[in-house]
C-alpha cells in the first residue's frame, strides 16, 4: 500500500512545486485590474458569485437540519401521544398465521 502511494506523493509534490513556479513569473506579479475589464468578465463574475449564493440554500436546510436532529437528541423531548403509546404497549406472545380464504 505504501508503495503504491510513493509515486503518486512524488507526482503531486513535482506538480505543485511547478504550479507554484510558473505562478512566480512576473506576470502576475502586478495586481490585476479592472478598469479594462470587458463585459463579458462582468457577466461571468456576475454569473459566477449568484452561483455560489445559491449554494447557501441547501446549505442552511442541512445545516439546521442537523441542528434541530442533534438538539432532539440532546434534549430526548417525547410528544404526548409517545408518552400514552408507551404505557400501552401490545406483546405479542405468538405468531399466528393468517386465515386465507378461498
Known amino acids: 500500500m505504501l508503495r ?3 509515486p503518486w506523493g512524488a507526482g503531486l509534490m513535482i ?3 511547478m504550479l507554484i513556479t510558473m505562478m512566480a513569473t512576473p506576470a502576475f506579479a502586478r495586481s490585476p485590474s ?3 475589464a470587458g463585459v463579458a468578465l462582468w457577466i461571468f463574475i456576475i454569473i459566477g ?3 455560489v449564493l445559491l449554494q447557501l440554500i441547501p446549505a442552511a436546510i442541512l445545516f ?3 441542528v434541530g436532529t442533534s438538539s432532539n437528541m440532546v434534549f430526548k423531548r417525547k410528544k404526548e401521544g409517545e408518552k400514552a403509546a ?3 404497549k401490545a406483546v405479542l406472545t ?3 398465521p393468517a386465515p386465507v380464504k378461498k
Request: proline letters at 0%; a neutral charge; hydrophobic letters at 45%.
Open 94 to 96: 405468538r405468531i399466528e
Open 64 to 66: 439546521f437540519s442537523f
Open 4 to 6: 503504491e502511494r510513493k
Open 34 to 36: 479592472l478598469k479594462d
Open 15 to 17: 506538480g505543485l512545486i
Open 86 to 88: 408507551a404505557g400501552e
Open 49 to 51: 458569485t449568484v452561483i
